[in-house]
């Protein structure tokens, strides 16, 4: 896996996007995966197989990159609430208190009292808290495709994090590593990554809404509109699920995703969706490795359209973008494990 130095060139002129957007590079930060922002303009990161996790600060436009966790098992998600930034490993949330007053000396962390699956495949996590103050976590399906118990695996839990009470919110989800909440509608929008082998299209990747809890979404049984899994289709009809919002491209692997709330970008964006897309792995012929934008009208998904494109070229990927942040100017933070960067893509009028 490339890691780009700070001070290396990025092909980032072959990134098409649409006119009057720039993209530059934001931060070198290896292994980054998820991205969360403190209160106090403090970026966190987490990472996947270096188990470190990141403060990126910035001083009179200067970055620094600082660790403030490691040795943890795939750190993936990260956020913050009252000062306090949480951490999911595989198994376990950790919660490190009044961490921006101390990025130089964190504290011991203190551990959420619910105990996760130890499996390690799709076993990293997105976290966020919702609306409701509550901190959800995804959790993956342990196997491409099985039948695994429906209360562990397979879904987006949620947890109390002053009481540490658990439950479980929407199932049937084979892995989610991106979620927000539409701003004004409060719903849970989410990413899904489908199954494997089934061909080089099919089935679809996701993007799923669950406005209430108790939702199903298909997986081990259904897979995106109406696709019946070879093994596990008979054993339940797709009209017992819920179908996506609307279906991406197989195999692009949909990772984080934001609606966009700054004020940067033109008007037509406002709570828009922007999807970052891993990119394939076992698909004969490439795909994914870019942004694309969701058009929402009326709480319903109506298009698509790419919004950032150029990480992959002549069949090989220099990138691979893995979430997104909207910072408070506006500007859009896109983290990279490929190429170990943050990019920031900004707009200016043309």
Same mark, same amino acid.
């Given at each position: 896996?490339p890691?780009?130095?700070?001070?290396s060139?990025?092909?980032l002129d072959k990134i098409?996007? !649409?006119?009057?957007?720039?993209?530059?590079? %934001?931060?070198?930060?290896?292994?980054?995966? /998820?991205?969360?922002?403190?209160?106090?303009?403090?970026?966190?990161?987490g990472?996947k197989?270096?188990?470190?996790? &990141?403060?990126?600060t910035t001083?009179?436009?200067?970055r620094? +990159?600082k660790?403030i966790?490691?040795?943890?098992?795939? !750190?993936?998600?990260? /956020?913050f609430?009252n000062?306090?930034? &949480? +951490?999911?490993?595989?198994s376990?949330?950790?919660?490190f208190n009044n961490?921006?007053e101390?990025l130089d000396?964190p504290?011991?962390p203190?551990?959420?009292n619910?105990?996760?699956?130890t499996?390690r495949? #799709?076993?990293?996590?997105f976290i966020?808290?919702g609306?409701?103050?509550?901190?959800?976590?995804?959790?993956?399906?342990p196997?491409?495709?099985?039948?695994?118990? !429906?209360?562990?695996?397979a879904l987006?839990?949620?947890?109390? =994090?002053?009481?540490d009470? $658990?439950?479980? $919110?929407?199932q049937g989800?084979?892995?989610?590593?991106?979620?927000d909440w539409h701003?004004e509608t409060?719903?849970? %929008?989410?990413?899904?990554?489908?199954r494997d082998w *089934?061909g080089?299209?099919l089935p679809?990747d996701?993007?799923?809404v669950?406005?209430?809890?108790?939702?199903?979404f298909?997986?081990?049984y259904c897979?995106?509109?109406?696709?019946?899994? =070879?093994?596990?289709g008979?054993k339940r009809?797709?009209? #017992?699920?819920t179908?996506?919002?609307i279906?991406l491209?197989a195999?692009v692997?949909?990772?984080? *995703?934001?609606?966009?709330?700054g004020?940067m970008f033109p008007?037509? $964006?406002?709570?828009?969706?922007?999807v970052?897309?891993h990119?394939?792995w076992?698909r004969r012929?490439?795909?994914?490795? #870019?942004?694309e934008l969701?058009?929402?009208q009326?709480n319903?998904?109506?298009?698509?359209?790419?919004?950032?494109?150029?990480?992959? #070229?002549d069949?090989?990927? %220099?990138?691979?973008?893995v979430?997104?942040?909207? *910072? =408070?100017?506006?500007a859009?933070l896109?983290?990279?494990?490929f190429?170990g960067?943050?990019y920031?893509i900004s &707009?200016?009028?043309?």
């Amino acid at each position: 896996m490339p890691v780009i130095a700070q001070n290396s060139i990025l092909p980032l002129d072959k990134i098409k996007l !649409p006119p009057g957007f720039s993209i530059s590079l %934001w931060a070198a930060v290896p292994d980054v995966h /998820a991205l969360t922002l403190g209160h106090k303009g403090t970026v966190f990161a987490g990472s996947k197989t270096s188990g470190k996790v &990141y403060a990126i600060t910035t001083d009179n436009g200067a970055r620094q +990159v600082k660790t403030i966790a490691q040795g943890l098992k795939m !750190p993936t998600g990260v /956020a913050f609430r009252n000062g306090a930034l &949480y +951490v999911s490993t595989i198994s376990r949330i950790l919660r490190f208190n009044n961490i921006e007053e101390n990025l130089d000396q964190p504290p011991q962390p203190i551990f959420i009292n619910h105990d996760f699956p130890t499996e390690r495949f #799709q076993g990293w996590k997105f976290i966020a808290f919702g609306p409701d103050d509550l901190l959800y976590v995804s959790v993956g399906a342990p196997c491409n495709i099985c039948q695994p118990d !429906p209360s562990q695996f397979a879904l987006i839990s949620r947890i109390n =994090p002053d009481d540490d009470s $658990y439950e479980v $919110y929407a199932q049937g989800i084979r892995h989610s590593l991106g979620f927000d909440w539409h701003p004004e509608t409060k719903a849970l %929008w989410f990413t899904d990554i489908g199954r494997d082998w *089934m061909g080089d299209d099919l089935p679809a990747d996701e993007l799923n809404v669950a406005p209430e809890q108790g939702m199903h979404f298909g997986f081990p049984y259904c897979h995106a509109n109406d696709v019946l899994d =070879p093994k596990f289709g008979a054993k339940r009809d797709c009209s #017992q699920s819920t179908s996506p919002a609307i279906e991406l491209d197989a195999h692009v692997v949909p990772q984080g *995703m934001r609606f966009y709330t700054g004020n940067m970008f033109p008007a037509e $964006y406002r709570n828009q969706i922007l999807v970052a897309q891993h990119g394939s792995w076992n698909r004969r012929t490439q795909r994914g490795f #870019q942004l694309e934008l969701i058009r929402i009208q009326d709480n319903k998904a109506i298009q698509r359209e790419i919004f950032a494109e150029g990480w992959l #070229q002549d069949g090989k990927a %220099w990138g691979k973008p893995v979430d997104v942040l909207v *910072m =408070p100017d506006g500007a859009l933070l896109v983290s990279d494990d490929f190429a170990g960067v943050i990019y920031r893509i900004s &707009y200016t009028q043309p």
